[in-house]
């Protein structure tokens, strides 16, 4: 296992050799992003992850369209639930690619165990642009999403498209619609078809003149799942 490990760490601190250059100038564009959410129910494509009130932190880093970051989300009412995520994607004009690999086996869980307690993702999106603000995405689960029964792989897969309305008082409205296929994730069956419709409203709360808190309430519905959702968030 920690052969395993150790694996693993040397692919990501090759990869941000890839991503820092030795010698970097203004036209390289090497970013670092921080940041945090806050939400009241954590809800990822129609499932309620079961960890309430969450802290979402993340840390990115950006050059030339390539970019690596690290996103978790930890309960703060309740002891166990915590998720921990890697991306690795690369952008370039509406066009974006994204290869992510999924963890969220709880505080007492392992991390190394990538055998059964990883999931791996590989997503396509394309944002039309200003004129048209419609984002289609299509992502395949290719390792990690297993028959219960079986114990087989299923490569399941996930597609969504939404759209940006902008509205009076600088509120952008988000409407979305996804639906997943032959999926094991979400439950100890199969789920597939219509798992998330949501309205999202989003918008900047000034607090001075040189700064704001993003703040969104969203309306989730899970035909497949029989479920609704409305969910706060504000962002630092």
């Given at each position: ?65 390539l970019s690596l970051s690290a996103w978790g989300s930890t309960s703060i009412t309740a002891l166990e639930p ?155």
């Amino acid at each position: 296992m920690k052969t395993t490990i150790n694996k693993k760490l040397i692919l990501i601190v090759a990869l941000l050799g890839m991503l820092v250059p030795s010698t970097m100038s203004a036209q390289d564009k090497f970013e670092v992003t921080i940041g945090a959410d806050f939400v009241n129910k954590y809800v990822w494509r129609g499932f309620d992850q079961g960890s309430g009130a969450s802290i979402q932190p993340t840390l990115g880093l950006a050059w030339k369209g390539l970019s690596l970051s690290a996103w978790g989300s930890t309960s703060i009412t309740a002891l166990e639930p915590k998720e921990f995520d890697i991306s690795l994607g690369y952008s370039i004009g509406g066009l974006s690619l994204c290869l992510t690999d999924y963890w969220w086996n709880g505080e007492d869980a392992n991390y190394g165990y990538y055998k059964d307690s990883h999931f791996y993702e590989g997503a396509i999106s394309y944002c039309f642009g200003e004129k048209v603000p419609l984002t289609l995405s299509a992502a395949v689960m290719f390792a990690g999403d297993k028959n219960p029964v079986t114990d087989k792989k299923v490569t399941s897969a996930y597609f969504t498209a939404s759209y940006d309305i902008n509205c009076p008082g600088d509120i952008v409205l988000t409407p979305s619609i996804g639906v997943s296929t032959k999926s094991y994730m979400y439950a100890d069956k199969k789920i597939s078809g219509f798992t998330d419709i949501s309205l999202k409203g989003a918008k900047d709360i000034k607090i001075t003149d040189s700064f704001s808190i993003p703040v969104f309430a969203q309306v989730i519905v899970s035909p497949a799942m029989d479920k609704t959702y409305l969910v706060f968030g504000l962002s630092f």
